[in-house]
């Protein structure tokens, strides 16, 4: 009896080695996205525009003059803010963020209910559009949140760089 209690031990014990010696398979890869850097080091090439048919007390202009603060703050870059009328570019190829209904939207504006936002990014444009003037802000502090880190309840930013995936599309 001792020697079969002995023996089960042995293989009791050789079993948990090779358990414990088993190879896990590694995990897999999650497929990155490539990004686009949009400011980096404190640098951009981009501006905020907003139509030029927006009220100063509108809804488009708040924004973005609320997104040019928050980046400024997160990034130490301050984006000049512009209207959508620009004479010196009729095919409008600037590097720019456009807030709300804007001329260079063409025929890609969505049709949003007063709850939605959307958020779009073509590699030199990105769109933020708003069913509502709160849809349109929750656009602009999903972008903070996602992409500089923002934590709403310290009022601090993780990162100080903004990129954002190449096929940006909400």
């Known amino acids: 009896m001792k020697r079969l209690l002995a023996v089960l031990l042995a293989v009791l014990c050789g079993l948990s080695v090779l358990v414990a010696c ?12 490539p990004t686009v850097s949009i ?16 009220a ?7 924004a973005a003059i609320a997104l040019r603060k928050a980046i400024e703050a997160a990034t130490g870059c301050k984006l000049d803010i512009s209207n959508d009328y620009d004479e010196k570019d009729p095919d409008y190829t600037h590097h720019e963020i456009l ?3 804007t001329n260079r939207d063409g025929d890609t504006v969505p049709t949003l209910e007063k709850n939605q936002f959307s958020i779009r ?3 030199t444009k990105i769109y933020l559009h708003g069913g509502s003037e709160q849809a349109l802000m929750s ?3 999903y972008l903070l949140t996602q992409y500089l880190g923002y934590d709403q309840a310290s ?8 990129a954002l995936p190449e096929t940006l599309s909400l």
Do not use: M
């Open 22 to 33: 088993h190879q896990q398979p590694d995990e897999p890869e999650t497929p990155t996205t």
């Open 39 to 54: 400011i980096a080091n404190g640098k951009t090439d981009y501006k905020i525009v907003r139509s030029d048919l927006a």
């Open 121 to 123: 990014f073509d590699g």
């Open 155 to 162: 009022g601090t930013y993780a990162k100080s760089d903004l």
């Open 56 to 62: 100063t007390s509108s809804a488009e202009v708040k």
């Open 99 to 101: 807030v709300g209904a």
């Open 139 to 141: 656009a602009i502090n």
